[in-house]
């Protein structure tokens, strides 16, 4: 869309999110609840259908894809780290991590 407007309102971002191989236990989260930390560089985690575990958030603007495919591996190193630190007794193992972009607004409004 912001070929159409006269100026330009888009911030572009990667997000980043790794998933868990499936957890032994079906009742490792309490009802499958979504925890969602709001600081700024927010973090997310929640349950699957699969009994697994999906982690994601610590934007950062957007880079050319090389850059930010660059930055996958230690992003990922920091959202464990945050769920270590935050629920240290689940034992995570991870399956697959991915990164993906999307354009915002200052403002937050489509």
């Known amino acids: 869309m912001q070929q159409y407007l006269p100026i330009k309102v888009e ?38 259908k699969v009994n ?21 591996k230690s992003e990922v190193s920091t959202l464990l780290n945050s769920l270590k630190s935050l629920f240290p007794s689940i034992n995570f193992k991870k399956d697959f991590s991915w990164i993906g972009s999307f354009a915002g607004t200052k403002d937050g409004l489509p």
């Not at 999110?17 to 600081?39: D, G, M, Q, R, Y």
């Open 11 to 48: 911030k572009i971002h990667s997000t980043y999110a790794i998933v868990s191989e499936p957890l032994s236990h079906k009742s490792f989260w309490f009802k499958n609840a979504l925890a969602w930390k709001t600081a700024a560089t927010y973090i997310y985690i929640r349950t699957t």
């Open 52 to 72: 697994t575990l999906l982690i994601g958030g610590k934007d950062i603007p957007y880079k050319s894809g090389i850059a930010i495919g660059k930055q996958l």
